[in-house]
């Protein structure tokens, strides 16, 4: 398998500079919005670090070094409109980015969501995992169909139109 050498580890306090630093590169900020202030990134973020919550980040790591974020939710009960209709406990949403454009188009990104979604299903209580990009987002949609997604239609989303992908175990 390319990239053999990924690993993840979970968000720290530390990575939140350079986290809203990759937020506002422009092959990021296309697709997750205007670059945010540090003060919103530590708002949205930060909660991802207490023990406990359902709703985790991680950093991509490369042969140790960062190369992206990727953030896991139990679907089930996210509120705020997001996938009111799901019933499934199991069920865990994901989204992610590559931090460094020169690394796009490489199969990098396919490989981190294929071996990040392997470690979700470590935990014998996940049954599926989603992800909803935009359906104009062909990059990310072809990214994780090589990751072994499946389409399930067009969704509308609190953020929008998006395309529901499904991996299920």
């Not at 350079?18 to 202030?37: D, N, Y």
């Not at 490489?106 to 995992?129: C, H, N, Q, W, Y």
Request: hydrophobic fraction near 40%.
């Amino acid at each position: 398998m390319p990239y053999e050498n990924l690993d993840f580890r979970p968000l720290r306090a530390d990575d939140l500079a350079m986290l809203r630093e990759w937020l506002s590169r422009q092959h990021v900020a296309e697709w997750w919005g205007a670059a945010p202030t540090q003060a919103e990134v530590d708002d949205d973020y930060a909660p991802m670090l207490a023990p406990g919550s359902t709703d985790r980040g991680y950093i991509a790591l490369l042969d140790g070094e960062p190369i992206g974020f990727i953030q896991s939710y139990v679907v089930t009960g996210s509120g705020d409109g997001w996938w009111d209709d799901e019933r499934d406990p199991g069920a865990r949403g994901i989204d992610q980015f590559l931090a460094h454009a020169d690394q796009l188009n490489r199969g990098l990104g396919s490989a981190m969501i294929r071996a990040f979604v392997e470690r979700l299903f470590l935990d014998p209580a996940v049954t599926k995992v989603q992800t909803d990009p935009s359906p104009r987002n062909l990059r990310a949609i072809r990214c994780s169909l090589k990751a072994g997604f499946h389409e399930h239609g067009e969704v509308m989303t609190p953020d929008g139109p998006a395309l529901l992908l499904v991996r299920n175990r």
